[in-house]
């Protein structure tokens, strides 16, 4: 019997000149799938710290060096994105084809590299390299990690793998909170230090090596640990052509998913990002707390409420599944996008410290729910010899346009639309203003194709 999964590949999928697969390999056994996807987690962990620590560090690092915002902007996003566009796509064709269990341990070298070289610089410019580093490393990680992950559950277990996934991402920016804001805490105390050879560190230099170094080690424990796992559902051998990967998408009904759902991660992500990035700076600013003091409590509570927002969201499709209910995993989606919408407005509005991180909270939960119904959805609906390609075409969208805009959007409104920094909060309410509708758009016209697909692939079984 098939699954639906399996049988998930679209009739226009092109079929470039390469042999068949001759027979469907076994799956992992449950003890090899489970410890590769603990090992993913650690790699998703290690990967979140190194990209969120950066935001936490804006007011230090902003006042060493004398950048403007827009300046910190860059660094922020077209640094990381640029290298991320550059890099994500072609390393990701290879994902398709290659030995996943070497490329994604190699792209955690890098990140954890240059997040550790951003310790040693002092100028824009350097730093704006080290950045590009971390993001050309973390470009590989998620298209790489979700093909793996692809290949260690049969379907019907999917979605626990990506629950996990996204809990190892979750835990990875909390961690970043929590050991961030203590050590910055403690840094502040201490002063700065003098090193051999690399001179006068700072506090947020300090930060950097420390979160970085330990990633370049445990890339070697991973490479030689985790075992390959075996391709499903693949139909060629070999790796389809980038130009034929878009005419899967334009022209198969898969396209009809894919496509909004793409879209709107670039727009979400734009506020998402955008927003997140400055909100470190946003509670300084406007409520005086600064990341010593609010970063170990919201760490804490992104960690109680985790688990929460996955079980909420896989009891919620599972729910709807059992009622024949083939659009669950995207109307979960839908939900949280429309109920998001106004605690993303409100927040910065709020009047004080603990009603903004309570609306902060809570749209984070939101986001837990609705991630791994998401991502399965974009599986389902993908083939294998594809999802190395989609997936980094969803990174591309997240971090490149994202990512890559989100930061600069606030931090151009604050500079020469508000021109203020005490009005921060204000670019913050304008994107999410804008960018929230969008995006729920975009999802709604995502869900009833989904569901069609969905049902369609269940007449098969």
């Excluded at 951003?118 to 998620?142: I, Y």
């Excluded at 709807?320 to 939900?335: G, H, I, P, T």
């Excluded at 969803?394 to 805009?405: A, R």
Aim: with cysteine.
């Amino acid at each position: 019997m098939t699954t639906p999964a399996s049988t998930a590949i679209d009739d226009s999928l092109p079929h470039p000149p390469v042999s068949t697969v001759a027979a469907e390999p076994d799956w992992a056994p449950p003890r090899v799938a489970w410890f590769t996807m603990c090992m993913i987690g650690l790699v998703m962990i290690f990967g979140q710290m190194d990209r969120a620590i950066f935001y936490l560090l804006v007011s230090q690092i902003k006042a060493d060096l004398q950048f403007s915002d827009t300046q910190m902007s860059l660094l922020m996003g077209v640094a990381f994105s640029g290298a991320y566009f550059l890099c994500g796509l072609p390393i990701a064709r290879l994902s398709d084809v290659g030995r996943r269990k070497l490329i994604l341990p190699a792209a955690l070298g890098v990140w954890s590299l240059g997040t550790t070289l951003c310790a040693v610089t002092g100028n824009f410019w350097q730093l704006f390299a080290a950045r590009s580093l971390v993001g050309a490393g973390e470009s590989v990680k998620g298209p790489c990690a979700v093909s793996i992950i692809s290949d260690l559950f049969p379907p019907r277990k999917l979605a626990r793998g990506f629950a996990f996934y996204s809990f190892s991402i979750r835990v990875g920016e909390a961690l970043a909170l929590i050991v961030g804001g203590l050590l910055i805490g403690l840094f502040a105390t201490l002063g700065s230090i003098q090193a051999p050879v690399l001179g006068e560190l700072r506090g947020w230099h300090m930060i950097f090596i420390i979160f970085g170094a330990p990633g370049i080690l445990f890339a070697f424990v991973f490479a030689l640990t985790v075992k390959e796992p075996a391709r499903h559902g693949r139909r060629i051998q070999g790796s389809v052509p980038l130009s034929e990967c878009f005419a899967f998408l334009f022209k198969s009904r898969s396209g009809a998913v894919l496509i909004p759902i793409l879209l709107a991660a670039a727009v979400s992500n734009i506020e998402d990002v955008g927003v997140g990035s400055w909100r470190p700076v946003f509670y300084e600013r406007t409520y005086g707390w600064g990341p010593a003091d609010f970063a170990p409590i919201q760490g804490l509570a992104s960690l109680i409420l985790t688990p929460i927002g996955l079980m909420l969201g896989a009891w919620l499709a599972e729910s709807m599944m059992k009622r024949k209910r083939y659009d669950a995993n995207m109307r979960v989606v839908l939900w949280a996008a429309f109920i998001s919408i106004p605690l993303s407005i409100a927040g910065p509005l709020m009047p004080t410290f603990e009603l903004a991180l309570a609306c902060s909270l809570s749209n984070l939960t939101l986001t837990i729910a609705a991630s791994p119904c998401q991502l399965a959805a974009m599986q389902v609906v993908t083939p294998n010899e594809l999802r190395g390609q989609v997936n980094a075409l969803y990174m591309f969208t997240l971090s490149v346009l994202g990512q890559g805009l989100g930061p600069t959007v606030v931090a151009l409104m604050t500079d020469y639309l508000f021109r203020s920094e005490a009005d921060l909060r204000y670019a913050m309410v304008t994107t999410a203003a804008v960018a929230g509708p969008i995006a729920l758009f975009l999802i709604w016209k995502a869900v009833r194709p989904y569901g069609d697909f969905y049902r369609a692939q269940m007449a098969k079984v």
